[in-house]
């Protein structure tokens, strides 16, 4: 139970005191996602170069998950190359199929790992996941 409570912290940190809630008015890469069924609302922006993620940021409205996941990817994502990969051991483990080293590469996005057992959550969860895998695969 302890874990839990541990991965509680991190979600309500995320979503009171979010580090990159803001706009990056140089981000070359920009996308809305949109979670229609609860109004989920983001703007993802990046700034992509050489295929490394040098800052990024979103706004937006919307639940608790929903902000603190988008805030806990940017967290994993600011300069890396391969993000698409995180997006992928993500979306693995909100399904429950990660592996330990899908676990290992989430670092603190491993606190949503509970989630998959909440559907109705789900969409919440993976809103600025999905979002970020979109934008960069049309960036290639």
């Known amino acids: ?11 309500t940190d995320h979503n009171l ?3 990159h809630k803001e706009d990056i008015p140089d981000a070359n890469l920009v996308l ?14 990046l700034k992509v170069e050489d295929g490394i993620i040098k800052d990024g ?14 805030d806990i990817m ?13 997006a992928e051991s993500f979306l693995k483990m909100i399904k429950g199929n990660a592996t330990e080293e899908d676990m290992d590469a ?10 998959s057992h909440m559907p109705a959550r789900v969409k919440c969860a993976v809103l600025g996941w999905h979002t970020m895998e979109e934008l960069l695969k049309e960036e290639k």
């Open 1 to 11: 139970m302890e874990s839990r409570n541990f991965y509680n912290e991190i979600l």
């Open 17 to 19: 005191h979010p580090v």
């Open 32 to 45: 809305e996602g949109l979670n229609p069924s609860c109004g989920d609302h983001i703007w993802l922006k």
């Open 57 to 70: 940021g979103f706004v937006g409205d919307g639940c608790a998950i929903s902000q603190a996941s988008a």
């Open 74 to 86: 940017l967290d994993l994502i600011i300069g890396k190359k391969k993000a698409v990969k995180l």
């Open 106 to 115: 989430l670092e603190e996005a491993g606190a949503l790992q509970d989630i």
